[in-house]
């Protein structure tokens, strides 16, 4: 039994490794992100598809995270419910923005997503991050 707790417990120090590697680099990506203020307060946006930047911008105090995928180009708008934020006049203004492409309101009204692996017929949005921003710092 030694060799199958061996095992496992290199299984979990790989993957404590890969955790720690990822917030490193979304301190990074956090860091030369794009910074702005919103009427909801202080936001952050970056092309990015590590998964630990929006969690851990928020554990940072961003109000408002946005990430956009380099590579799908899908857009995600994260905002903790807890705060009252509500994205219904940004989704609005995208929709009209970028009519083509597939936005999705959350019932929170605190997420808004351009992209999913849960709906892959998703279109994503010819709207460029500065743009979007551009919307956010707008409503």
Known sequence: QSEKHLEIGLIILDAIFEVLK???????????????????????AAETNNEMYM???QEMGYHVVVSKDPKKGH??????PKRGIDFTKAYDN?????PDATWYLHSSRALLL???????????????LDEVIDVLKEV
């Open 22 to 44: 990822a917030k490193i680099e979304a301190e990074e990506i956090i860091k030369n992100g794009l910074k702005f203020k919103t009427i909801w307060g202080k936001a952050v």
């Open 55 to 57: 969690h851990l911008a």
């Open 75 to 80: 857009i995600r708008i994260h905002a903790l």
């Open 94 to 98: 995208l929709k009209r923005s970028d």
């Open 114 to 128: 351009n992209g999913s692996s849960a709906n892959p017929d998703m279109r994503p949005t010819r709207l460029k």
